[in-house]
């Protein structure tokens, strides 16, 4: 295909991840949903990965579902397949043994927005717009809902779902959607910085740990003191977490094995 909806670029651990369909805005329609199924998918079986950035290409990260797509086929069973084909692919990202980072730019709204909210991190223009706004078409961001109401504060979300109404990226940055909004020139410079700190890091206390800080959220705090207090022990008992302490101890850059 030479034109294809999604590229990929593999970059000494960090694999990115790029919308291509700048004139559509980035629709996640059904093709572009099937490509990102794919490379997830074998980036979870990838064990030299150490983050993924998700960005895109164009005046806009994504602007949701493709419309018109959904539109030509009219019916209950492919709507109810479409959506839970989407909120599947939104947990493989949490499901995903490494960080995600969203390198976001111009809109991110309904579904895209979702996108920005599911992962781990996110690194926005300053410029940015961010919108749950399908209530204005008659269709409240039901899914969306799910991903935005766990990063930003009930009553906030509610309110971009309710009124429709789009957040600049410094709101955004206040509500905890992305953490941190920055001049376009500083785009890539920030990513970077986040994908290089990453890249040093031992796999394994950030495999462990994603996995962890995603179950907890859903726990009890009793129970999530114990998940968590049983975590860090077996973690301790990795090669790399003696390796890490005793190079702190002994004053050297440790040597990771990825075990």
Known sequence: MTDPHLLRDDEEGVVTLTLNRPDQFNPLSE???GALEAEIASIAEDETVRCVVIAAEGRAFCAGHDLKEMRGTPELAYYQTLFARCSSFM???IALPV???????GLAT?????????CDMAVAVDTTKFGVSGVNLGLFCST?????SRVVSRKRAFEMLATGEFISAKTAEDWGLVNRAVPEDMLDAEVARITDNLRKKSPVPLKMGKALFQRQLGLDLAS?????GETM?????????????????EKRDPEWRGE
Do not use: R, W
């Open 99 to 105: 960080p995600v980072i969203a390198k976001v730019q």
């Open 224 to 228: 999530a003191y114990a998940d968590a």
């Open 31 to 33: 093709t572009m949903l």
């Open 233 to 249: 022990a077996q973690n301790m008992m990795t090669h790399d977490a003696v390796e890490g302490i005793d190079a702190f101890i």
């Open 110 to 118: 309904a579904a895209g927005c979702q996108l920005v909210a599911t």
């Open 144 to 148: 969306p809902s799910v991903a935005l």
């Open 91 to 93: 947990q493989s990202l």
